[in-house]
């Protein structure tokens, strides 16, 4: 299914999105997905053992600004795909489930723009979210029980903008950091389930497993949930 150029698709709040096994929502043209906190939009699969590829936002497509929100995103290959040079100058997700996802095997396209992914649950996802050069705002959402679920490309000491997060449980490494040059990458006022440091860097795939990628440093633990 596919969204042409010019064209709206507004989601209403209650909606039901089902997905055939392996096929897409594609976005040329304009997306409207916001629900209600009462009312949230369901976008999954028609059958859950052979899921939907999901979300699809194409190159050419027509907007400066995407918005996610209220909406229970399950049981779908990925999260979202979208190609590197997607022209969009915006995308905010916020105030949604993402669960039980499994891309099985293949990695997400994502966040290759000015992000901001607030207040959204990631539950028992395995996939992987892709984070380019233009770093994302991650604050203020629920990680648990997800396997592998960031890939970090980045050069240069920085912040990730990924703080005030709840981080428990995950799976394998739960964000994985490539180049970087040994730099230095900042997780601060984050909730890891525990405040072990030894625990906390299980978390990483960074200068602690390989001393070519950069290290996780996450500075002002947080002792509870945010």
């Known amino acids: 299914t596919r969204v042409i150029e010019g064209v709206t698709l507004q989601v209403k709040p209650g909606t039901i999105i089902q997905l055939y096994p392996g096929k897409s929502l594609e976005i040329r043209g304009i997306l409207k997905m916001i629900g209600k906190p009462d009312s949230l939009i369901t976008f999954t699969s028609n059958d859950v053992a052979n899921p939907g590829a999901g979300l699809l936002f194409s190159n050419n ?40 996802t499994n891309s099985q095997g293949q990695s997400m396209m994502f966040i290759e723009w000015n992000a901001s992914i607030s207040r959204c649950n990631f539950l028992y996802n395995n996939c992987e979210m892709i984070l380019g050069n233009y770093t994302p705002k991650i604050s203020e959402n629920l990680f648990f029980h997800n396997y592998s679920l960031f890939r970090y490309y980045k050069y240069g000491n920085d912040s990730l903008n990924f703080f005030d997060n709840t981080v428990i449980a995950n799976q394998d490494y739960f964000i994985s ?32 497993v390989d001393a070519t990628l950069r290290l996780a440093v996450f500075t002002l633990i947080l002792t509870r949930p945010s």
């Open 177 to 208: 950091f490539w180049g970087g040059n040994a730099s230095l990458a900042y997780l601060p006022n984050n909730y890891w389930g525990t405040t072990n440091e030894d625990d906390i860097k299980k978390n990483f795939y960074d200068f602690n």
């Open 61 to 100: 497509i027509t907007t400066d600004t995407i918005t996610i929100s209220y909406v229970n995103y399950h049981h779908l290959r990925n999260i979202i795909s979208a190609p590197n040079n997607i022209n969009v100058s915006r995308i905010d997700i916020n105030n949604s489930i993402f669960s039980a």
